[in-house]
Structures are given as structure tokens and as C-alpha cells.
């Protein structure tokens, strides 16, 4: 079992321009979020999927697109870079969502794509 | 707004010895309350997982309770050990909704 996955580690982009962060998991998990994690804040949830098919918006989606086509994968793509994006993301998958289906959704984070944009 | 205060925001402690991170939550209605541990440069890795009915659950070393009633987790750290040295992250899941509440999160260095 690889868990989650995220590709790239790490990524420079120039202000405009546009990239797919992956992510892909194999616990045939129904529930998939992204997340962006800022120096002094708490991770703010930006989209998130129920199941193949299905997403919604989280706390801060502008910017930002996602779709699921299949369980096991959920890009999220960024339209146009802005500095305001530069942050770490990270992708996490759990049967469910931990506030709905159950209490026992252990959510397994990916280790996280390092984004910088100029 | 719901909200998770941790507190304190960054701790030092000598190795070999105990501490305890705090979480106050305003999240309503409550379904239940996770602890993380985060190392530098990874993500999140879950400890404990309590819902309402639950006041303590232990993993290894990592003991957290909940009061429900004034709405207060602790995560107590038995032993310290260096490779505690890590952020720790409360999340607190409100009742049908599919946005956990995260708090901002404990730095804990543990020195030799």
C-alpha cells in the first residue's frame, strides 16, 4: 500500500501561469480533500470529493479547480498562479468525511507539494 | 464561527520528560476530536480519534482526553522523546458537515 501520494514535491511557478497538482490513493477511500497550509495558520480545506463524480467547495476554492473522474485520483489545478497561492498542499483521503459518516474515518494525509509562486 | 484555540503555540522541553498541549473548541454541535502529529516537512499523521461519549483514548505514549462539557482536549506526552519533536495539530469535526475545524497547531522541541 502506497497510502497517498502527491507528486511533484516541490514546484516553482511564474505569476499566470497554470499546473495539476496530483494526487492519488489506493485505500479505496471514498472521501478526498485538498488542503493549503500557511506559517501560522491552521490547514484550511479548499476542495473535496465524496466520491468519483462529486466535489464541492471547502473554506477557500477561488482559484482553484478539482475533479474526480475515478477513486483513486483527485487533481487539483490551479487556473492562473498568483502569489497568494505560494503555500504548501496537501491531499488527504478517509472512507468518509469525519463529520458525517462515522467517527471512525482515520484520514491519511500525502506528504505534501511545496508550491512557490513569483 | 466555530473555532480550535491550541495552546501553548510552541514548547521546550528535556528529553525524558512529560508535558501537556491544550485544545479549546467552540465547534457545535460536536461530533468528535482528532489529535495529529506533523514532523517538518511531512503531513499529518493521526494519534487519536474521540467522539462525545469517549474522555480518554492512549496511543503508546500519547494520551488525550475530552471534557464535551467545557469543550477542552488535552494531549498529555508521557517520556519525551527527541523524535517527539514535531507540530501537533487538534481538528475538531462538527456534526454533518465536511469541513473539520483545524486549530493552528503546538511546536514541541524536545532537547537532549
Known amino acids: 500500500n502506497a497510502g497517498v501520494t502527491q507528486t511533484p514535491k516541490f514546484q516553482v511557478l511564474k505569476t499566470g501561469q497554470s499546473m495539476t497538482l496530483q494526487c492519488a490513493q489506493d485505500?479505496?477511500?471514498?472521501?478526498m480533500s485538498w488542503y493549503r497550509q500557511d506559517p501560522g495558520m491552521g490547514l484550511r480545506l479548499i476542495h473535496y470529493?465524496?466520491?468519483?463524480?462529486?466535489?464541492d467547495q471547502g473554506e477557500v476554492p477561488n482559484g482553484y479547480n478539482v475533479s474526480r473522474s475515478t477513486t483513486e485520483d483527485f487533481p487539483l489545478r490551479l487556473l492562473s498562479a498568483a502569489p497568494s497561492q505560494t503555500s504548501v498542499y496537501f491531499c488527504?483521503?478517509?472512507?468518509?468525511?469525519?463529520?458525517?459518516?462515522?467517527?471512525?474515518?482515520?484520514?491519511?494525509f500525502g506528504p505534501g507539494t511545496r508550491l512557490t509562486v513569483l | 464561527k466555530n473555532q480550535v484555540e491550541q495552546s501553548p503555540q510552541s514548547l521546550i522541553i528535556l528529553e525524558g520528560k512529560n508535558c501537556t498541549l491544550q485544545c479549546n473548541y467552540t465547534v457545535s454541535p460536536f461530533s468528535n476530536l482528532r489529535w495529529y502529529k506533523q514532523d517538518t516537512g511531512r503531513g499529518p499523521v493521526s494519534l487519536t480519534i474521540m467522539t462525545f461519549s469517549e474522555n480518554t483514548k492512549s496511543n503508546g505514549r500519547y494520551t488525550a482526553t475530552l471534557d464535551a462539557d467545557t469543550k477542552q482536549s488535552s494531549l498529555h506526552i508521557t517520556a519525551s522523546q527527541l523524535s517527539d519533536s514535531a507540530s501537533y495539530i487538534c481538528v475538531v469535526s462538527e456534526g454533518g458537515s465536511y469541513i473539520p475545524t483545524f486549530g493552528r497547531g503546538t511546536s514541541l522541541i524536545v532537547h537532549p
Open positions: 470529493s465524496v466520491g468519483a463524480g462529486i466535489t
Open positions: 488527504a483521503s478517509s472512507r468518509g468525511a469525519s463529520g458525517t459518516t462515522g467517527s471512525y474515518n482515520e484520514q491519511f
Open positions: 485505500m479505496n477511500h471514498e472521501y
